[in-house]
């Protein structure tokens, strides 16, 4: 489990990167001009993408199998509370379809346009880039909630406040 806010900071910038980077192949392959290849893009770079999150994080289903009881029933709870579709899951390509389907107007939008010469394709890639910047920005902000509601549930109680020490009695 991630043990402090400054490794997790550290987690969530080094998966925004990886998120720019794959926007950034969405984008480019949403300017091609054959249909279908930029959802096929999409699922196939999601599917690689969102396990790779979810392992940074501490939240793949093997990784939270291996928690003792206590620590995976408050990881589950702090999933279950922020709703997260994807974290502590086997990411499959039906998941992640169904994902894409949910922003099906953008990608509606995206498909339409590539095909008006030179600025359409420019259109479509701009949609793409932003459509997987979203949903990939939006799981890591889902899953440094999580660890967040995790490792702060993992500290001692009062951890910032000075350990209660009993005064000495009369009699000793």
């Known amino acids: 489990m991630i043990k402090s806010r400054e490794e997790l900071e550290e ?12 926007s950034s192949i969405s ?17 196939a770079i999601l599917l690689r993408l969102i396990p790779k999150i979810n392992e940074k994080f501490g939240l ?30 086997y990411i499959t390509k039906k998941l992640v379809v169904s994902l ?40 890591i902000d889902d899953c440094y909630e999580i660890a967040l509601a995790a490792m702060e549930n993992d500290l001692p109680p009062n951890a910032t406040e000075p350990v209660f020490e009993p005064k000495p009695s009369a009699l000793d």
Not at 27 to 43: K, M, Q, R
Request: aromatic share 4%; glycine share 12%.
């Open 100 to 139: 894409l389907q949910k922003m099906g107007v953008k990608v509606a939008a995206k498909g339409a346009t590539k095909f008006v010469p030179f600025i359409g394709s420019a259109v479509a890639g701009g949609i793409s880039f932003t459509a997987m910047k979203y949903m990939g920005n939006s799981h």
């Open 11 to 22: 987690i969530k910038k080094s998966c925004r990167s990886m998120v720019t980077k794959s």
């Open 60 to 89: 793949t289903p093997e990784q939270i199998e291996s928690l003792d009881t206590e620590s995976k029933v408050m990881v589950m709870t702090a999933i279950s509370n922020v709703g997260s579709k994807m974290a502590g899951k």
């Open 27 to 43: 984008a480019g392959t949403a300017i091609i001009p054959i249909p279908g290849l930029d959802i096929g893009s999409d699922v």
